[in-house]
């Protein structure tokens, strides 16, 4: 009985509807029903069309073609027909296939062609090539799709070495544009580095026979992708292949992912398997590279096979055991890792000291064979382990090589846990363990400013080691350290000052940007903790390396010029040297004379200083003393869309007897240029009238602004022991727009006086921290204190 | 009142033009436009290559006429850009709070 089209599309429709609301987990056994779900309705569509009586082949290309269709798919349909059939014949029959499945509101991607031009449109465009590779023909003439691939593959593996230049070229494209599976907090399936696309890029060129590509042995990882991908696709409810956070915990649970944060675990296996592809794919690429540039214009396949055979000449040593053949770190011939377990870090090491590659067979070798490390490590690994990091950039596919194979996991068990996991902060650009190589590399720029590089090195690797674990991630690390470094075998004074690395990682950046530096609280209380002047450079330059290995969001002028500012006075105070006049102070001061000397009986008085280079701006504001008034001009700050940094308030007798409060802001305009200080003056001038209502006008622009999404519940602390001089007290929060206001006003309100503010923006985070003194100056009672913090909180939580 | 906006074929422009003529519209704006819907933006339905996505060109047209005309206009555009083919466009009417006109300051129907 013949079905005709509109029938068959009915049916589809229902049984696709049907498949795709099952409830449980996508899986292979889906995408192939859905596939042949799929096939069938083309069938019945291709016999009611009548192609079958012009001779022709009715194509599945891409994911339709490899059986893996997901929920959100295009079908990517070729029809391919005899040449000697008219135009107006071929035209009939594909209005047959192709309106059925518009009409079916799917997506297609269609195309009519005869095989020479087929064949022609292949040379031409990359993509027809990569979409032929998985050619399936559906229903009708199977010959005519065999010619087909035959054709394309053959002009593939003939103009390989320049076709593959091509796709290379495509795929960096592709990296620039979409970033790297592995690292990102929302990674494209498809797209990213390492994803879906990669995986047929891999095909591609293990079809052009110019050298093996792991096509098999990522199996498993292609399948997870897809799981994923069908998973996002049925959750978004639209063809989506971006894993954004909003719906992450979505994809979790419908991929039944267990634990305790399933987003954590469903992040950390798409960048298990991102890395995975990433890694067979630079390896791929670089063989490849090697092989083709080298064979020359006339390049072909007996050029490669030439390079593939190599000979035993071409090896020349690189250190003990390890010798360059083709452009790659092997083992040499009498290397016994099995007798030999520090010929893995000193293989690594020596690699990546001459910005070589280990070969993968190499890699294989040394990590199916090697001899455990003796415990503690012997001085030579310490050192080949230090001397692989010092190597710098070229260490980073030589440490992802030795990573694919677990071999950091088995020498450092620690590591398993940071392997892949992910930050959870926008700040950050890559996963634990590769923020932690990253670190460790940045630090090479700064051995030479350090006693021991070598601490260096190992403190930068090693100071988020505790991270991925519940609790606080220095503490774990501080517990972690105390145990590992005595087995790398590093002596009781250099284990003591690696932990002191890990403990106080994050103590330079938080105490300079929140900590009032010309409280001697602050200096003391950082000389206290480092300890010597050594630990002090160690951390100064882990410090840097950190921020640069963190992302661009976590570094600024404003920021290094803080922690210098620190570290001068710390070294002052460790060395028992009175505290140099700060540069910083100095200007402040001038700038307050000014204002005073600018100040008339009531006025106001708003200076501006663009500092040249820095994007630093200050802005020294005078004006008649009142409680509130900190919060008015950060508000009028805010209209004004400058972002505050920091803040300095004193209190100053005028000429006239009367008392004047003199703040000097730190600002940097959110873009562009500062306003001019004209139009700054005036509202200030207003506001502080009374005649601008500040607070209202906020108001109307934060109607304007989307509400944020779930966010963490803002926190409100008191730190105690941070200052002899005034009562700390930190803030918290997402980033809002006038937040500076909003808290200052409330804390205006608890009548309490701010004599210093740091205020710090880590991407969408803030932390603002306050000096607090009451009327006469004096630091806050206990009870008055916790009544401000809990007045404070009320004015961030609204709800 | 309401605003008629269609997008249509740009060789079926004349067509749709003589229809409304006939329909009483005398007014209205043209301009080009490209872009691409279900069509994916193969410009010849049958010669495209996987994967690309290009804007094809189109017409876009905006009619000002009176909630009255509205369903009658959008009804006349549909029947006379079809060619029932994939890629003919689409036709959508949004209402309108105010028209003037310039030269003499007009306002409302007056003002069509």
């Known amino acids: 009985m013949r ?32 596939t042949a779900l799929t096939d069938d309705w083309l069938h019945a569509l291709y016999v009611a069309s009548g192609a079958g009586e012009i001779g022709a082949a009715l194509v599945a290309v891409g994911g339709l073609g490899r059986g893996d269709l997901a929920p959100g798919s295009d079908l990517d349909l070729l029809l391919l027909h005899n040449p000697n059939v008219s135009t107006a014949e071929v035209n009939s029959v594909a209005d047959k296939l192709w309106y059925p499945v518009w009409d079916a509101g799917l997506r297609l991607d269609h195309s009519v062609r005869a095989p020479a031009e087929a064949r022609r449109l292949a040379a031409q465009d990359i993509k027809v090539v990569l979409g032929l590779l998985d050619a399936r023909t559906v ?67 293990a079809a052009s026979w110019v050298t093996d590509a792991p096509v098999a042995a990522l199996a498993p990882h292609r399948d997870l992708l897809l799981d994923v991908r069908d998973a996002l696709h049925l959750v978004a409810g639209r063809p989506t292949d971006r894993l954004l956070q909003q719906e992450q915990t979505a994809v979790a649970q419908r991929l039944d992912l267990q634990g305790s944060d399933p987003s954590d675990s469903l992040l950390r296996q798409v960048s298990t398997a991102g890395r995975a592809v990433a890694y067979a794919a630079d390896t791929t690429w670089h063989r490849v590279e090697r092989l083709t540039r080298r064979s020359g214009v006339r390049g072909g396949l007996a050029a490669t096979a030439r390079k593939l055979r190599g000979t035993r000449t071409d090896r020349a040593p690189l250190a003990d055991g390890v010798v360059v053949q083709d452009g790659e770190a092997v083992l040499a011939t009498e290397a016994r890792p099995e007798r030999d377990a520090v010929l893995i870090l000193r293989a690594a090491a020596a690699a990546a000291q001459a910005g070589l590659r280990l070969a993968p067979h190499a890699v294989d070798r040394l990590a199916r064979d090697s001899a455990p490390m003796p415990e503690p490590w012997p001085a030579s690994a310490r050192d080949a382990l230090v001397s692989l990091l010092g190597a710098g950039r070229a260490a980073i596919p030589v440490w992802e090589a030795l990573d694919q194979a677990d071999v950091w996991s088995r020498l450092i068990p620690e590591w ?24 460790a590399i940045q630090s090479v720029a700064h051995a030479r400013r350090v006693g021991r590089p070598d601490l260096l090195l190992i403190g930068a690797l090693l100071h988020d080691i505790g991270k991925g674990r519940p609790g606080d991630h220095t503490d774990n690390g501080i517990t972690i350290v105390q145990s590992l470094a005595p087995r790398m075998g590093f002596s009781p004074d250099d284990c003591d000052i690696l932990v002191s690395l890990v403990r106080n990682h994050l103590l330079l950046p938080e105490t300079a940007t929140r900590r009032d530096l010309d409280d001697p609280a602050t200096v003391a209380g950082v000389a206290a903790a480092v300890e010597t002047q050594d630990v002090l450079d160690l951390l100064h330059a882990l410090t840097e390396a950190d921020a640069a290995a963190t992302g661009p969001a976590a570094w600024s002028d404003w920021k290094k010029a803080l922690i210098d500012d620190l570290v001068v006075r710390t070294r002052h105070e460790l060395a028992g040297r009175p505290q140099p006049e700060a540069p910083r102070t100095t200007q402040a001061q001038l700038k307050l004379a000014e204002a005073v000397r600018l100040l008339s009986s009531q006025g106001v008085a708003v200076l501006l200083d663009e500092d040249e280079g820095t994007s630093i701006t200050t802005v020294t504001v005078a004006a008649p003393d009142r409680t509130g008034l900190l919060s008015t001009v950060a508000g009028v700050l805010s209209l004004h869309r400058l972002q505050v940094r920091g803040a300095q308030v004193d209190t100053i007798t005028a000429p006239d007897g009367s008392r004047r409060a003199v703040q000097v802001w730190t600002v940097t305009p959110a873009y562009g240029d500062p306003p001019p200080v004209e139009r ?44 002899e001089r005034a009562t700390v007290l930190e803030v918290r929060a997402h980033d809002a727009p006038a937040l500076l206001h909003r808290v200052t006003r409330a804390i205006a309100a608890a009548d309490v006086t701010i004599t210093a503010a740091r205020v710090a923006t880590l991407g969408s985070e803030v932390v603002d921290v306050f000096y607090l003194v009451d009327r006469d100056g004096a630091v806050l009672s206990e009870a008055r204190a916790a009544t401000v913090r809990v007045t404070v909180l009320g004015a961030l939580d609204p709800r | 009142m309401k605003l008629v906006t269609a997008i249509i074929k740009p060789f079926k422009l004349d067509d749709v033009k003589s229809a409304l003529e006939a329909y ?13 819907g279900r069509q994916r933006g193969h410009t010849e339905v049958y010669r495209g290559a996987e994967y690309t996505v290009d804007l094809v060109p189109k017409v876009r047209l905006e009619v000002l006429v009176e909630d009255h005309d509205a369903d009658s206009v959008v009804e006349v555009i549909v029947k006379s850009a079809q060619t029932g083919r994939i890629g003919d466009g689409k036709v959508w009417s949004v209402p309108v709070d105010t028209v003037a006109r310039v030269r003499t300051g007009e306002r409302g129907p007056d003002a069509l």
């Open chain 1, 3 to 34: 079905v005709t089209a509109d029938e068959a599309t009915n049916t589809y429709a229902e049984a696709r509807a049907e498949l795709l609301a099952r409830p449980g987990a996508p899986g292979a056994a889906r995408r192939r029903a859905l």
């Open chain 1, 680 to 723: 700054l003056r005036e509202d200030v001038t207003r506001a502080v009238a009374g005649s601008l209502d500040v607070a209202s006008r906020l108001d109307a622009r934060d109607q304007a602004y989307a509400a944020p999404r779930e966010v963490a519940a803002p926190r409100v602390d008191l730190v105690p022991g941070a200052s």
């Open chain 1, 139 to 205: 229903v009708g003439d199977d010959a005519l799709t065999k010619s087909v691939r035959e054709s394309v593959l053959g002009d593939w593996r003939a103009l390989a070495p320049r076709r593959l230049d091509e796709l290379r070229l495509g795929v960096e494209e592709r990296i620039a544009r979409s970033g790297e599976l592995a690292h990102l907090l929302e990674p494209d399936l498809k797209e990213s580095y390492g994803g879906l696309r990669d995986l047929v890029a891999l095909r591609a060129v």
């Open chain 1, 416 to 439: 398993s846990v940071v392997r892949s996991a992910p930050q959870r902060n926008p700040v950050h650009r890559f996963t634990v363990d590769r923020h932690l190589v990253e670190t």
């Open chain 2, 24 to 36: 009483g519209i005398h007014g209205m704006t043209v301009s080009e436009a490209s872009g691409y």
